[in-house]
């Protein structure tokens, strides 16, 4: 309890994705935290929900370039940070941006500094990173064993 206020946890079940193999090797299923995602600039706003992960092991919240173009970023004009993660080095282009995602059903709407990608055009997936998205959060943690997380809020 803080204050006289009960802190509130939710919980949500990891949701299945499909990960493509190079070459002739089948796709395999994984269970992975997941949160529909819309991103919203100025009076735009990308059409379809799309599926992100929330990551620990994402410094940013990070989407694909072709996103940030739909709802009219000149995305390649952001400040550019170069990172080395597991996809390699890559350049993400950073804009403030207005992120809409879906927790049990109700919409939690925020700003942040989101990281663009041209290398996430062909995966149409995000990540939300520690800064972000988990600074929203008193807590988030992960239970792999009972593929759920869970969101504590401040």
């Known amino acids: 309890m803080v204050g006289n206020r009960l802190l509130s946890y939710i919980t949500i079940p990891y ?3 499909q990960i493509l193999a190079d070459g002739d090797a089948p796709a395999k299923t994984i269970h992975v935290p997941v949160l529909k995602t819309t991103l919203f600039y100025k009076n735009n706003k990308w059409l379809f929900d799309f599926d992100s992960i ?3 092991g994402a410094d940013f919240c990070v989407f694909p370039a072709k996103m940030g173009k739909a709802i009219g970023l000149d995305v390649y004009e952001g400040e550019n940070i170069i990172t080395n993660g597991i996809g ?3 350049t993400l282009y950073f804009h403030k941006v207005k992120v809409e995602v879906l ?3 109700e919409p939690w709407t925020f700003e942040c500094r989101a990281g ?4 996430l055009n062909t995966k149409g997936i995000g990540f ?4 972000g ?4 959060f008193q807590e988030v943690s992960f239970s792999q064993k009972v593929k759920m997380f869970r969101l504590k809020e401040f």
């Open 88 to 90: 390699g080095k890559e």
């Open 128 to 131: 939300l990173g520690r800064d």
């Open 15 to 17: 949701q299945k994705i």
């Open 116 to 119: 663009f990608s041209a290398k």
């Open 54 to 56: 929330v990551d620990s």
């Open 133 to 136: 998205f988990f600074d929203l």
């Open 103 to 105: 927790i049990k059903d």
